[in-house]
């Protein structure tokens, strides 16, 4: 017996030795990403100097429909603050030469150009997307409607007081100085950290990082900046892989969609109020043909100068786009953006029909106001969707992608509002409302919802 419990005290005493000769486990070194420096960094008067300074821009069509794939691509690949700075400088300097255009066709071809450099100021957005906390995304992003809305505002009042006294080529050139002036700030503006990370360049994104968290009186998160470097980016292929192939689809029928809607808007407000095609006030005549009586025109033309009143409608239409920008921020955080997207895409169907109801020249203005009010709400909306869906790897081309179809639509809506509103007022808006129906339907069933959800780095 005692024997036996000898040898026992001797295994305890053993096992008592090893347990307190273990090494302890070497302490891991602690790792950060961009998404965990953006959400520690937060909000600040870096995001608001980049608002201010982004918020500045302006679109076009044809030339953006083709440089906007292309932009994307190469802002994919090459970063999104070389792109953009291109794009103002491209931009700023063929709108200056539209003003001294010698003939029509000169004029098609230099905004054609304009609109080239301009489809790269998408990137801004980009940019403004990558670096905002989560939290803050759907509230900051559709502020930069106030921007669109300036700038639409300012070039009516402009064209008002310009075009009937000195031209409309002075009108061009007050207009391009905002963008010449604008980039004197990209100095400011820093390269994406994501996309710098992305590229392997992780010292310069921490630089970005830190000189933000500087300014925003903030910190940045303990540890090592770790994310994975991205050997394939901005690929065609992305887009219709398995995973975004349906996303992709969808989003490219909103685009389409919401700009059909969206010029269709605008350009049907100038046509109502020029040619008074509600309720057939104008006679058939009187609608298809009047004679222009100055000397520069001695074709039949069934255009005639907007009077002050056109103007004060024009504007008032305008102000429109920034009436639900409230409800519109409401509606994306607390609904989510495929809800919310769906639901004004819907009530914008509706207010189109509306329009064919017979009613005061006070009653037009209201339903063109809630149109303009509900058709920039869908482009705030989808626009944040874009830049929240896909990941880092290809956020630019998607962008692009979408832009490009973007301009379709834009393209056809005046062969609608212009012409086929001319022979039938009803069939245009019938037309234009079953469009908002079809974006409505790929809004609600949209297979992902970004609300909440943090930035993809790859897919």
């Not at 009516?156 to 004197?184: E, F, N, Y």
């Not at 996303?247 to 020029?274: K, R």
């Not at 482009?379 to 973007?406: D, H, K, Q």
């Not at 609300?451 to 897919?459: D, H, N, S, Y």
Request: charged share 15%; proline share 4%.
């Amino acid at each position: 017996m005692a024997t036996k419990q000898t040898e026992s005290v001797t295994i305890i005493s053993l096992r008592k030795l090893s347990l307190e000769t273990r090494e302890p486990p070497p302490k891991e070194s602690k790792t950060f990403t961009v998404e965990d420096a953006v959400e520690t960094i937060g909000f600040g008067r870096f995001h608001i100097a980049l608002f201010l300074i982004m918020g500045s821009t302006g679109m076009v069509f044809f030339g953006y429909m083709v440089f906007s794939i292309l932009f994307g691509l190469l802002a994919d690949r090459y970063g999104r603050w070389k792109i953009l700075l291109i794009s103002f400088l491209w931009g700023a300097y063929f709108s200056l030469l539209t003003s001294f255009s010698p003939s029509y066709i000169w004029f098609v071809f230099l905004r054609t150009m304009v609109g080239c450099g301009v489809s790269g100021h998408a990137q801004g957005l980009i940019i403004k997307t990558e670096f905002l906390p989560t939290k803050y995304r759907g509230y900051m992003l559709p502020l930069s409607q106030v921007f669109w809305l300036a700038g639409s505002l300012l070039i009516i009042g402009l064209a008002s007081v310009v075009i009937p006294t000195i031209g409309w080529r002075w009108l061009i050139r007050i207009a391009s100085i905002p963008g010449i002036i604008l980039i004197l700030a990209f100095k400011f503006i820093p390269e994406s950290a994501r996309f710098n990370v992305s590229t392997g360049n992780t010292q310069a994104a921490l630089a970005t990082l830190q000189r933000i968290a500087k300014m925003n009186r903030s910190v940045m998160p303990e540890g090592t900046l770790v994310e994975p470097i991205l050997e394939k980016r901005g690929r065609f292929a992305d887009l219709l892989d398995a995973k975004y192939l349906r996303t992709t689809l969808q989003i490219w029928v909103i685009w389409l969609g919401i700009s059909f809607a969206y010029y269709g808007v605008i350009l049907a407000s100038a046509e109502l109020l020029e040619r008074d095609l509600v309720c057939g006030s104008r006679s058939e005549a009187e609608v298809v043909v009047t004679v222009m009586d100055t000397e520069e025109s001695q074709s039949p033309c069934h255009c005639h100068m907007f009077a002050p009143s056109d103007y004060r409608t024009m504007i008032i239409s305008t102000i429109g786009e920034i009436a639900l920008n409230p409800v519109n921020i409401l509606g994306i955080n607390f609904l989510g953006r495929r809800l919310s997207l769906s639901i004004t895409m819907g009530c914008t169907a509706l207010f189109f029909l509306l329009l064919n109801i017979c009613t005061s020249s006070a009653g037009l203005i209201g339903f063109l106001f809630m149109l303009r009010a509900l058709v920039a709400a869908n482009f705030n909306t989808i626009y944040i969707y874009t830049a929240e869906v896909y990941p880092t790897m290809m956020r630019a081309l998607g962008m692009g992608t979408s832009g490009s179809l973007c301009r379709i639509g834009a393209m056809v809506a005046p062969f609608i509002s212009q012409v086929l509103m001319s022979a039938s007022f009803l069939g245009a808006l019938c037309l234009f409302s079953s469009v908002c129906v079809i974006c409505a339907i790929s809004a609600f069933t949209l297979p992902i919802e970004t609300k909440g959800r943090a930035l993809q780095q790859i897919k």
